[in-house]
């Protein structure tokens, strides 16, 4: 007598990971949870620039790696955005995007969608497609 379920598969519950986003300001790149998501939640990074397609990639490293960059925690503790300062990584992305006047006490910034590649553990963000905004500065107020 043939089983009940012969033929039936189990569905995967593997959970869509959304939007990446990248988010750059003249002092730091922000990258949302669906990029440490999509990435797997690597500790570090290694952040890649392709000059003539002006694309700026992201892929898992070693804490090792030369240019290895500490990114994410472990999915259970990582909460919110991921923010790099790392003035030699900013600079090197903030140079793809022009970023608009801001009014007083806010901070200009471009932000742009990735494409994730999960099997390959890397994300893809293209500065062509960057949108400006402006938006509140954080942070203690400047004294008067």
Same mark, same amino acid.
């Given at each position: 007598?043939?089983?009940?379920?012969?033929? @039936?598969?189990?569905?995967?519950?593997?959970?869509?990971?959304?939007?990446?986003?990248?988010?750059?300001?003249?002092?730091?790149?922000?990258? =949302?949870?669906?990029? $440490? $998501?999509?990435?797997?939640?690597? $500790?570090?990074?290694?952040?890649?620039? =392709? *000059? /003539? +397609?002006?694309?700026?990639?992201?892929?898992?490293?070693?804490?090792?790696?030369?240019?290895?960059?500490?990114?994410?925690?472990?999915?259970?503790?990582?909460?919110?955005?991921?923010?790099?300062?790392?003035?030699?990584?900013?600079?090197?992305?903030?140079?793809?995007? +022009? @970023?608009?006047?801001?009014?007083?006490?806010?901070? $200009?910034?471009?932000?742009? =969608?990735? +494409?994730?590649?999960?099997? *390959?553990?890397?994300?893809? @963000?293209?500065?062509? =497609?960057? /949108?400006?905004?402006?938006?509140?500065?954080?942070?203690?107020? /400047?004294?008067?």
């Amino acid at each position: 007598m043939a089983s009940l379920l012969q033929g @039936f598969e189990e569905v995967r519950l593997v959970k869509p990971v959304g939007k990446t986003m990248m988010t750059v300001t003249d002092s730091l790149v922000r990258f =949302n949870k669906a990029t $440490a $998501a999509a990435l797997g939640y690597p $500790a570090y990074v290694k952040v890649l620039i =392709n *000059d /003539k +397609t002006r694309q700026i990639a992201l892929t898992p490293a070693t804490a090792k790696g030369e240019n290895s960059v500490k990114f994410s925690k472990s999915e259970d503790k990582q909460t919110s955005s991921i923010s790099l300062k790392d003035a030699a990584l900013v600079d090197a992305i903030r140079q793809y995007f +022009t @970023f608009g006047e801001a009014p007083e006490g806010e901070v $200009a910034f471009e932000s742009v =969608n990735g +494409t994730a590649y999960v099997d *390959d553990k890397t994300v893809i @963000f293209d500065a062509d =497609n960057a /949108k400006s905004g402006t938006m509140k500065r954080r942070g203690r107020k /400047k004294a008067a």
